[in-house]
């Protein structure tokens, strides 16, 4: 039931990654079959960026090895936004960088819809956190949704991204890639991280950051669930439903586009 209401509160907080409709043009990827540990390919070119999907994969190779590159440039990302849309390429992040793209992340208005949402699903099932079925019980819902929600923001990529030197963002893989590779791709990337240089890694800051939001639930969840199994549920179905944002993020502007142009036939 906690994996089904976080899943529903992961849709309204990605929603700023979903609505918007233009979805860039890609270039075409060689051998996009294979399944990539990180977006696209990584070029160590000397302005330092790193690209969600550049050219092809042997000049991808080539700026691995430190060899020079004559590829086009690609549009560039802001270094403080979250989702890198495929086609473009994510700049370096300051330390800055990092910890105000958590704290904006924590608060966006589609985060707090996605608060209401959750603690209104946990109310009508009578759910974790269980605080009761009455209108106090639903106000503390709505402080316990916000709070697991914003700690676990801030603690990943403002606190821990920096000290692992991690870059925090989410790179689509786009329509260029096969279905099941995306959504393989996007459902491990709570668990599959990038340094800063984008050298693939265990994603400590998502999950320790995860963790830690869980660990702090003792403080203000109702006593039956900060045992450490409900802990641990708490962790696992908040990384579940990191993994479920990350899938609407990857396909949700596709989607969009998709419906709106039905709605015009």
């Known amino acids: 039931m906690f994996l089904r209401l976080s899943f529903a509160a992961t849709l309204f907080t990605c929603a700023p990654t979903c609505h918007a409709l233009e979805y860039p043009t890609e270039p075409p990827v060689a051998n996009a079959s294979s399944l990539p540990d990180s977006?696209?390919?990584?070029?160590?070119?000397?302005?330092?960026f790193s690209s969600s999907n550049i050219g092809s994969e042997p000049t991808a190779f080539a700026g691995q090895l430190g060899l020079k590159t004559t590829s086009?440039?690609?549009?560039?990302?802001?270094?403080?936004?979250?989702?890198?849309?495929a086609g473009k390429m994510g700049p370096p992040q300051t330390t800055t960088d990092k910890v105000v793209l958590g704290l904006r992340e924590s608060v966006t208005p589609f985060v707090m819809v996605g608060w209401v949402f959750?603690?209104?699903?946990?109310?009508?099932?009578?759910?974790?956190?269980?605080?009761g079925t009455n209108g106090k019980a639903f106000a503390q819902r709505l402080?316990?949704?916000?709070?697991?929600?914003?700690s676990k923001e801030i603690f990943s990529d403002s606190v821990l991204a920096p000290v692992f030197h991690q870059d925090p963002r989410?790179?689509?893989?786009?329509h260029s890639h096969k279905f099941i590779n995306r959504v393989i791709y996007a459902?491990?990337?709570?668990?599959?991280?990038r340094t800063d240089s984008g050298k693939v890694i265990p994603n400590y800051a998502t999950l320790l950051g995860t963790g830690g939001a869980a660990g702090l639930t003792t403080a203000y969840y109702p006593a039956r669930n900060t045992t450490g199994s409900q802990v641990a549920q708490t962790w696992a179905t908040s990384l579940g439903g990191s993994a479920l944002g990350y899938l609407v993020s990857e396909f949700g502007g596709e989607i969009i586009q998709k419906l709106h142009i039905t709605r015009q036939e």
């Open 39 to 48: 977006p696209g390919a990584v070029v160590a070119g000397s302005a330092g």
């Open 72 to 85: 086009t440039p690609e549009p560039t990302a802001l270094p403080r936004v979250k989702f890198v849309y």
């Open 118 to 131: 959750s603690a209104g699903w946990s109310q009508l099932i009578d759910g974790m956190p269980n605080y």
């Open 143 to 150: 402080g316990a949704a916000a709070a697991l929600s914003a």
């Open 170 to 174: 989410y790179y689509q893989l786009g």
């Open 187 to 193: 459902g491990t990337r709570p668990i599959i991280g």
